[in-house]
């Protein structure tokens, strides 16, 4: 029983027509969930660029100031901001290229490479997703300490090379997306299992890795308690922790300042999601496993 496969023709008269389908409500309802979204990340630029007394007035004012710049020049001041950002940007980086590359590895291993244990690792690797991330941070920081990384990027790096979550997904779109007689053939005539995952896996994988990619850049971006512990050097510091550091100030807390750094670490994040989105959801859709 063949299946047939629809062309990228079909697809976009599919999603027009329901698009035509849609009804007002709906409309409307993602109107009000894209505002809802939105709003936060408005209202940050709102206090940033308004003076304290504007956005303690009841109602607050809604409308952009004019002293966002000069908040902005305090962030610089109080922090190695564009420094902060560029460690971020380069851990988010790396870590990112890592776990595709190795996840993609373990994951091609357990999906498609017949060894002893196999069945016994694959359950090992999911219990672990079982186990809260905090339970290894007492032990982590021990090792860190031992291996002299603290207050330095390697700590942040090294141990997110691979996740249990990362190996697992790799392995369910493998599993999924690449049938096994295709690796025959190219077993059969010859090729090497390094050649297998190169010339095939790779490039069947390559937008769901690019989705887990994106995820795990999103996770380092994010990461506030681990920089926290490890790094003590404003000029190694990730754009979280330089957050806090304007989040503690001895005289009390200035909104205005925070907003504005909150505002500058999370505007790269919209951008990318701007240049990408399309290529993200496409992605998720791609990967998505079918039982």
């Known amino acids: ?22 009804s007002p409500f709906s409309y409307i309802t ?11 990340f408005y209202w940050m630029f709102i206090v940033a660029s308004n003076s304290a007394e504007e956005i303690t007035k009841v109602p607050p004012s809604l409308k952009p100031g004019t002293n966002f710049m000069h908040e902005f020049h305090a962030v610089l ?8 950002l560029f460690n971020t940007v380069l851990v988010g980086v790396v870590v990112a290229l890592s776990q595709v590359f190795f996840s993609s ?29 905090q339970l290894g941070i007492v032990p982590l920081f021990m090792l860190i300490n031992k291996f002299n990384w603290a207050d330095d990027l390697k700590a942040l790096i090294v141990p997110a090379l691979v996740t249990a979550f990362g190996v697992f997904w790799m392995r369910q779109v493998i ?9 025959e053939a190219a077993s059969i005539d010859g090729a ?8 095939i896996i790779v490039p069947a994988i390559l937008p769901s890795a690019f989705v887990l990619g994106l995820f795990s850049f999103l996770a380092t971006w994010n990461d506030y308690l681990w920089p926290l512990l490890v790094l003590n050097d404003p000029n190694k510091y990730t ?19 925070v907003m504005a750094g909150s505002f500058m670490a999370t505007a790269p994040l919209l951008l990318l999601f701007v240049f990408v989105g399309r290529r993200l959801v496409g992605g998720v859709m791609e990967g998505a496993v079918k039982g």
């Open 1 to 22: 029983m063949t299946t047939a496969v629809a062309s990228p023709i079909t697809k976009t008269k599919r999603i027009k027509k329901r698009r035509k389908g849609m």
């Open 175 to 183: 599993d999924s997306q690449i049938p096994n007689e295709l690796l």
């Open 105 to 133: 590895l373990a994951g091609f291993a357990f999906a498609k490479l017949e060894f002893r244990g196999r069945k016994f690792l694959v359950l090992f690797v999911v219990g672990t997703m079982m186990l809260p991330s």
């Open 239 to 257: 754009v979280q922790v330089a957050i806090n550091q304007l989040n503690t100030q001895a005289y009390g807390i200035d909104y205005n300042i």
């Open 30 to 40: 993602l109107g009000i969930v894209a505002f809802l979204s939105f709003f936060p």
């Open 77 to 84: 001041e109080a922090v190695p901001f564009g420094r902060n």
């Open 192 to 199: 090497s299992v390094m050649r297998i995952y190169r010339s």
